[in-house]
């Protein structure tokens, strides 16, 4: 599986996660991005030892699209302030089976995580462990499909919590088209290529030496976006 590297300097490297390769190893043994992108560091590079390589944000492993990396620790912490002060910007395209009762509308939930089941669900504010989720979406098309009425949409992804756009959209109602783990409407799915319709698009920071800000964007494609006609936004 290779990897589009989008954008390299000494301090960060951009690139497209195909989606079914998880970011971190797992216990399925399979070829992770931040191995991946180790390997082809050291390869180019020419270098004795492992280099050093952060990974500042996650995509799930069903998740395809745009992630930075940081190359050196001063990076590493840099990034990870601007994501924690909301300067670091992420945008998401997805399809959902269902409508969304508004075009443009912001979720704000309280999400608690299961590691046993490596789930999140919604829970009430206060309840111990609850972490605050919030997103804005604008719907950009509505299709009557075969399938049902599916929604194209965009989403800007406020805070980062586990698994939280598929369960935010799911408590709604209108689960990420593909995702046999929180859409009812694919839970008794055995055999799937992995590929859900959510697609990290678009990701905008501030660099970490130069302070240039920095915008990179790549289109989703795969068979679960193929359900619909998509439009560049």
Known sequence: MKVEILYEDEDILVCVKPYGMPVQGDKSRDTDLVSYLKNYIFEKEDMEEEPYLAMVHRLDRPVGGVMVFAKAQKAAADLSDQIQDG?????????ITGELPEDVGIMED???KDGRTNTSKIVKKGTKGAKRAKLQYEVLDVFETNQGILSYILIELMTG?????????AGRGAGIYGDTKYNPVFAKIKKHDGQIALYATRLEFRHPSTGERMVFKTEPEGAAFDVIELDEF
């Open 87 to 95: 300067t670091m910007t992420k945008f998401y395209q997805a399809v």
């Open 110 to 112: 309280y999400l608690v």
């Open 161 to 169: 919590r586990h698994h939280q756009i598929r369960v935010q959209m």
